[in-house]
């Protein structure tokens, strides 16, 4: 009795020990936790701690800086209740958001904000029949539900601010176009239109599931822009007043699952 009575109190000790220390754990110390969820993104100048932390540079697994990272993961993650906040800041990626780790590998955003210049996802040895997308693409939903990266559940504004196309002639301005996507029973139901200002008044309808795809979609321009005509044609033969209407869809259940798209 008197060994374990010994014994007790320097158990408590260092239990208590231990908990402070998973408490307040450097970043630094973790590292080794948090790189392999990252699929080759490595961490630098890491500070702050496992629960509160920050790394001044995100690299890709090429070396290419992307930018810097904060995140604020809940001490509730220690009874498996995964709550993380992210914000990540870069010159041509942003992202921020708080993700919540459900049940049935389901995962929840809220107050998600993205955005990508999409000249950095260019492949310079894939040759798109119309060209690589140029621009800035922005999205913003207050609610996502996902499962496998699929959006279930989804409500969010987009905008592709400064749209081009990349072509071997040049580059063609589409303006700046906006929309939303809404996602329900795993089906997207994508719509945008122009701003009204730029070179291409456009309207457009998608929907989308992992079993088929729908689209419908009406492109004019508004001036005699001749890279802009070629480039429309490419897409149909454009009508008297030069608009092009585009209608496709392929997949098991573009018409069966997803229905008839509003034009």
């Known amino acids: 009795m008197k060994i374990l009575r010994k014994i007790l109190p320097a158990a408590a000790v260092l239990l208590l020990a231990a908990a402070a220390l998973l408490w307040w754990l450097p970043a630094s110390w973790a590292l080794p936790l948090l790189q392999p969820p990252l699929h080759g993104l490595r961490l630098q100048q890491v500070g702050g701690t496992l629960w509160d932390g920050r790394a001044g540079q995100v690299l890709a697994p090429?070396?290419?800086?992307l930018g810097r990272l904060?995140?604020?993961l809940s001490h509730r993650a220690l009874f498996g209740q995964v709550g993380l906040q992210v914000d990540f800041d870069g010159p041509q990626f942003g992202f921020r958001g708080y993700?919540?780790?459900?049940p049935a590998g389901q995962v929840a955003w809220s107050a998600l904000r993205a955005r990508v210049e999409l000249s950095a996802l260019a492949d310079p040895h894939l040759r798109l029949p119309l060209g690589q997308p140029?621009?800035?693409?922005a999205l913003h939903a207050e609610h996502a539900l996902l499962q496998?990266?699929?959006?279930?559940?989804?409500?969010?504004?987009?905008q592709w601010r400064q749209a081009a196309m990349h072509t071997k002639n040049g580059d063609v301005a589409l303006g700046d176009l906006h929309g939303q996507l809404v996602a329900q029973g795993g089906?997207?139901?994508?719509q945008w239109q122009d701003d009204?200002?730029?070179p291409l008044h456009t309207t457009g309808d998608l929907q989308l599931s992992p079993l088929g795809w729908r689209l419908v979609a009406g492109l004019q321009p508004r001036q005699d822009d001749p890279a802009l005509r070629r480039w429309l044609a490419a897409l149909g033969r454009p009508d008297a007043d030069g608009a092009v209407h585009v209608e496709r869809s392929g997949g098991l259940a573009a018409t069966s699952i997803m229905g008839k798209t509003a034009r």
């Open 148 to 158: 496998g990266g699929w959006p279930l559940e989804m409500q969010a504004g987009l």
């Open 134 to 137: 140029q621009g800035e693409l």
């Open 99 to 102: 993700m919540q780790k459900l």
């Open 196 to 198: 009204g200002q730029g």
């Open 62 to 65: 090429d070396g290419r800086a």
């Open 187 to 190: 089906v997207i139901h994508a």
């Open 70 to 72: 904060q995140w604020q």
